[in-house]
């Protein structure tokens, strides 16, 4: 039985989280008018939540994408996004930076940088700067999650508390003004609540489909936050309720 365009839609989303206007209109070779009035209709229906450019699943709690999607997932938006975010890092510091995508780019511009002390549980963030002389890279010990190449755990979490760091680079699976940063998985949530005791300053690095769901799990309150770092296709409403927060929003 063929599927109509409206259940591919909802199961692209099952498989993706987000889907653009522009790629289903391309997709299914139909305007983008029409594949708006898809998505009013599935909205009405509530089985998906429109967003900026795109729809995701109508889900009171979402579910984490695949890595190797989330890798490619908004790339350029990350790609700026981390650059910003490196420009906070001056010689000399000594940093916390959080597993992820978006992390990741960003820790690809610290290249370069003199006397950087860097602290993560990402396995993939450390063998990034491996090579680099003037960088000192001190892994987190734990369990290592399949698929992810991240560690979490009582090791990760008793070797943070004997540091204290100038700056926490914080990524988010899901976040919100009301709720603050969310994430999945619980063992690496909590690590993240300890990387937050331990820091000076706390610099949330986050692209646009990030805003607005929520997750099971959560990090921290907005208010935690000093810097949000997002890219110009998230919402002006919802940036405006992070500043009300006292958050400061550096828009990459």
Request: neutral net charge; charged residues 30%.
């Amino acid at each position: 039985m063929k599927l109509t365009r409206k259940e591919e839609i909802i199961n692209l989303l099952s498989e993706q989280r987000i889907v653009t206007t522009i790629g289903l209109a391309e997709r299914f070779q139909v305007s983008m008018e029409t594949i708006r009035r898809d998505f009013n209709e599935l909205e009405e229906a509530k089985m998906i939540r429109r967003v900026h450019g795109g729809a995701v699943l109508y889900t009171e709690y979402g579910i984490e994408p695949d890595y190797t999607y989330r890798t490619a997932e908004n790339y350029n938006e990350k790609y700026r996004i981390g650059k910003k975010a490196a420009e906070l890092v001056k010689d000399g510091d000594s940093i916390i930076v959080d597993i992820g995508t978006t992390t990741l780019e960003f820790t690809r511009f610290l290249k370069g940088k003199k006397n950087l002390t860097v602290l993560t549980n990402s396995l993939k963030i450390a063998y990034e700067l491996m090579t680099e002389k003037d960088i000192s890279v001190l892994l987190l010990g734990g369990k290592v999650r399949y698929g992810e190449g991240t560690t979490s755990g009582y090791w990760a979490e008793d070797m943070i508390d004997g540091f204290f760091a100038d700056k926490l680079f914080l990524g988010a699976g899901a976040i919100t003004a009301q709720n603050g940063i969310m994430d999945y998985h619980i063992e690496e949530t909590n690590l993240r609540r300890h990387f937050l005791k331990q820091a000076k300053q706390v610099i949330a690095l986050a692209d646009y489909s990030k805003f607005g769901i929520k997750a099971m799990n959560q990090v921290c309150k907005s208010e935690q936050l000093d810097y949000l770092i997002t890219d110009e296709k998230t919402d002006k409403k919802i940036l405006k309720d992070f500043k009300q927060c006292g958050v400061q929003i550096i828009i990459a």
